[in-house]
């Protein structure tokens, strides 16, 4: 039996698989996001644990024999956060997150402070990443920053409660932009320009290897066995591709999340940052993987179903659908760019807006403009990936977005490729932290890593992905026009 929990922004999932590919039980806690100013975006890690808690007594509830039997956990999680502690392994301040936008001063720094960055890391400082977020703690928060010992990220620092070792692995840790991504170490040029050293960071492993043990305290209160081995693990994205069974060159999905993503593993370093891709290492020794990112996907029908007063997210999708085709040609265009923008424009400060709007729209067709521009949003990000041989033909489809046909159907027009749902698509990440547990406990890469069951295909349709290219001509002009407003 393995365990798989997946910090993400909005909740914490857990999930027990059996060595049958048997989903057991899930379980999820809710959180929420801080914006105490503008382009802030915070957790209290205190919530984590709670929520990490609530799952697991839970889990204990309703399947105790299960979890008598676990093997193994396996830690998932939103990436590029900042969690400091000081000497004493307590929290200094909230966490800084993924999505927060303050430190585009500080990417400028250390892009001059090191001229060889993108080199190493393979990626453009972003205020996304998790060393500009230092150097803006340095530089706002000075006496915090000289109490700090111990930078994790999200996952980790559940780690750190769970096993009281500080571990990380080398996809989230790619995501810091203090790694060496091609050598999978630590950079300490990187370290020493945001004035840290070896010290500061957390030990390495593979994401399929073990990382440490859970507390005996909490196997006790939790009814686990002694002795449980906690792997490794991955960031949110690549455990999804594990999860898929996306660990093959050339496989990948794409994710409508609280953000977007496409995602492509690959057999070696291919970085590209010149357009904003991300080239990080992947959740199994020697392999690496390319990602392009949208800060708003998902997270932006959830704005607009708000703002537009439609009920929920599915009835902002559904009033969208039902847009007559005609007047899907003359819908306004909707930049989705609510939190900024990471691929390909890297623009922190870009801003959304619907655009060509006339008396004549209602609100099906500003729901429809923020649904096609989210999908928009992710076509550009999939022309940052260039060209492969073969030519790259279907994507997974993962995320909360997944689970709409209509708006699956609508990627996959936008985009011109297929894409396929597959069984456990929702819960991708934390069937993917579950399977590097398995791994980590011995089992065989090819027996762990099958890719499920195929549950529904979405074919491109030729007339629909013409009407929607045109439209996204028009769409990058408008991006170009407004980019100087910034």
Known sequence: MFLGLDLGTSELKALLLNDQHQVLVTAHAPLTVQRPQALWSEQDPASWWQALQQVMDSLQRS????????????????????????????????????????????????????????????????????????????????????????????????????????????????????????????????????????????????????????????????????????????????ASAVGMGLVQPGQGFVSLGTSGVVFISGARFAPNPAQGLHAFCHALPGRWHQMSVMLSAASAVTWAAKQLAFADESSLLAAAAQLPEADRRTAPLFLPYLSGERTPHNQPLATASWWGLTAAHGREAMAYAVVEGVAFGLRDGLQTLGTSEPALQSLSLVGGGARNAWWAQLMADVLGLSLTLHEGAETGAALGAARLAWLACGGALDAVCITPPVTRSFTPNATAHAAHSQRHTRFHALYRAVSPLF
Do not use: Y
């Open 63 to 238: 399947h105790p024999t299960a979890l008598s039997e676990l093997q193994g956990v396996g830690l998932s999680g939103q990436m590029h956060g900042a969690v400091l502690l000081d000497a004493q392994g307590e929290v200094l301040r909230p966490a800084i997150l993924w999505n927060d936008g303050r430190s585009g001063a500080q990417c400028e720094q250390l892009t001059a402070q090191v001229p060889d960055l993108s080199r190493i890391t393979g990626n453009l400082a972003m205020p996304g990443f998790t060393a500009p977020k230092l150097l803006w703690v340095r530089a706002h928060e000075p006496e915090l920053f000289a109490r700090t010992r111990r930078v994790l990220l999200p996952k980790d620092w559940l780690r750190w409660q769970l096993t009281g070792e500080a571990v990380s692995e080398m996809s989230d840790a790619a995501g810091t932009l203090l790694l060496d991504t091609a050598l999978r170490d630590w950079s300490d040029t990187l370290l020493a320009a945001c004035g840290l050293d070896r010290s500061h960071m957390p030990r390495l492993v593979e994401g399929s290897e073990v990382s440490a043990f859970l507390k005996p305290e909490l196997c006790h209160r939790w009814g686990l066995p002694e002795r449980v081995a906690v792997a490794g693990g991955a960031g949110d994205n690549a």
